[in-house]
């Protein structure tokens, strides 16, 4: 079946940079509509960033300006380059796929997750 699996996570000082991979199995990331978003517990899940199948990048306002999406075809595969992390960008963060080249609201293929831990 589809699979999104998460890796690049760990633990950083506020500051600091991490790269997010989303490797996809049983689909192709190039040409679809792909996310990434992060979630802590007792909070909303929140949108961090989106591509989709013919390049279009939105970001939130939150991560606009530190944080890149970007795709690597031939290795299929998704990634968000973070860098400045600030302690409020702590959060698991997910990979989201759609089946399609334009982004709707739904995503229905999700990663387990991969955690990111910014220290003050």
């Known amino acids: 079946q589809v699979q999104l699996v998460e890796s690049g996570g760990g633990s950083v000082q506020a500051g600091g940079s991490l790269r997010l991979s989303c490797t996809a199995s049983?689909?192709?990331?190039?040409?679809?509509?792909m996310g990434w978003f992060r979630h802590v517990p007792g909070k909303e899940r929140e949108g961090v960033a989106s591509?989709?199948?013919?390049?279009?990048?939105t970001y939130a306002d939150s991560v606009k300006g530190r944080f890149t999406i970007s795709k690597a075809d031939a290795k299929n595969t998704l990634y968000l380059e973070m860098n400045s992390l600030k302690p409020e960008d702590t959060a698991m963060y997910y990979c989201?796929?759609?089946?399609?080249?334009?982004?709707?609201?739904?995503?229905?293929?999700w990663g387990p997750g991969t955690r990111v831990t910014v220290s003050s």
């Open positions: 989201a796929a759609q089946f399609t080249s334009i982004c709707f609201n739904k995503y229905p293929i």
């Open positions: 049983l689909y192709t990331v190039s040409g679809n509509c």
């Open positions: 591509i989709d199948g013919s390049g279009s990048i």
